[in-house]
């Protein structure tokens, strides 16, 4: 594995500072969802600008299933259609589960945040993980499940049961969380993903990595490595 020595937090900052250009990113984001703004706005950026359309799944719902899911992809091609006249580098559905659940097709230009996690995992080279998510156990297993198919082998995992109200999650229960890996696992893995962009992970990852020496990759910080890195080429 490639070592991250000052963080995932400090090669962001470093490759933002690298670019060239101003990227600008579209952001498709669940309606409901106000993690992905505030994490993506606190990491300050200075080359990347996010431009935002909200979808809204025809079910009206918040809770994960089948039809928040198969609605957030339903709803991408108008919310695509608003940001037209943007000049976009790439365009990210910023849900994680939607990635890995299946649907309708989205547009080809669209990845999702599950994609951008990859990305941030093959560009560190880790392909040993130990995941945390607040999905119900199924959601959790089948993103392990959906890992090990493009070859990161998924050592332990762990999850709150949450439905909804990821927003309400705390630090303190993100690191409860965590205290539920077997430490043997965590030892082993090249690093450690906190899977869910509707969660506030952000104040936690440098305390993490300096605890278990090992990258962290949360949803939302994989969005803003990709979103970094597109510039050069560089996508899932």
């Known amino acids: 594995m490639r070592p991250?020595?000052?963080?995932a937090l400090a090669t962001l900052a470093s490759l933002d500072a690298s670019l060239p250009r101003t990227v600008r990113v579209g952001l498709l984001l669940p309606w409901a969802n106000i993690a992905?703004?505030?994490?993506?706005a606190r990491v300050r950026l200075a080359n990347v600008?996010?431009?935002?359309?909200?979808?809204?799944?025809?079910?009206?719902?918040?809770?994960?299933?089948?039809?928040?899911?198969?609605?957030?992809?339903?709803?991408?091609?108008?919310a695509l259609e608003s940001l037209s006249h943007v000049p976009l580098d790439a365009v990210v559905l910023a849900c994680t589960s939607a990635g890995f659940t299946g649907g309708p097709a989205l547009p080809a230009e669209v990845l999702t945040a599950f994609d951008a996690l990859l990305g941030a995992l093959a560009a560190s080279g880790a392909t040993r993980v130990v995941l945390a998510t607040p999905?119900?156990?199924?959601v959790t297993e089948a993103e392990a499940?959906?890992?090990?198919?493009?070859?990161?082998q998924v050592l332990s995992h762990a999850s709150l049961e949450l439905v909804d109200d990821y927003p309400q999650?705390?630090?303190?229960?993100?690191?409860?969380?965590?205290?539920?890996?077997?430490?043997?696992?965590?030892?082993?893995?090249?690093?450690?993903?906190?899977?869910?962009?509707g969660w506030h992970t952000l104040p936690v990852i440098n305390e993490l990595e300096h605890r278990f020496r090992k990258p962290v990759f949360s949803s939302n910080l994989a969005i803003?490595?990709?979103a970094a890195r597109v510039c050069a080429g560089v996508t899932p």
Do not use: K, N
């Not at 979808?55 to 091609?77: K, M, N, Q, Y």
């Open 4 to 7: 991250l020595p000052d963080g």
């Open 36 to 40: 992905v703004e505030s994490e993506l």
């Open 49 to 78: 600008v996010f431009h935002h359309a909200r979808l809204v799944p025809a079910s009206r719902t918040t809770a994960i299933d089948s039809s928040f899911w198969h609605g957030l992809r339903e709803a991408s091609a108008q």
């Open 135 to 138: 999905y119900p156990a199924p």
């Open 145 to 152: 499940v959906a890992l090990g198919d493009v070859g990161i």
């Open 169 to 197: 999650v705390t630090a303190d229960r993100v690191r409860g969380l965590m205290e539920r890996l077997p430490r043997e696992a965590v030892v082993a893995a090249d690093a450690v993903v906190l899977s869910c962009t």
């Open 224 to 226: 803003a490595l990709l």
